[in-house]
């Protein structure tokens, strides 16, 4: 019935929740502080950040020339041009 369920519901939340939070952050601490997976991790951890800037340098190397690109098509856009150049341009 509906009393039955808000009182599991009541319960659940007051009591039970509280206690399993607190608990898996205590595994949870004492799983990141484990000198063996520690010990396992950071060479991994190394090895990600490596492939992390290399790709980070790579976008910014990208970056870079289209910024560029973009900069030469914008002067040649907005270059003006002298008379002699139209009128060879219009033959």
Known sequence: SIETYLLYHTRHTKVVE????????KQSYKDATNPDRVAVLTPDMRRVRAKQQEIAMQRAIDAAEERRKKLA???????????????????
């Open 73 to 91: 098509e914008e002067k040649l856009r907005k270059r003006v041009k002298s008379p002699e150049e139209e009128r060879w341009e219009r033959l």
């Open 18 to 25: 509280p206690f399993l939070s607190e608990y898996q952050a």
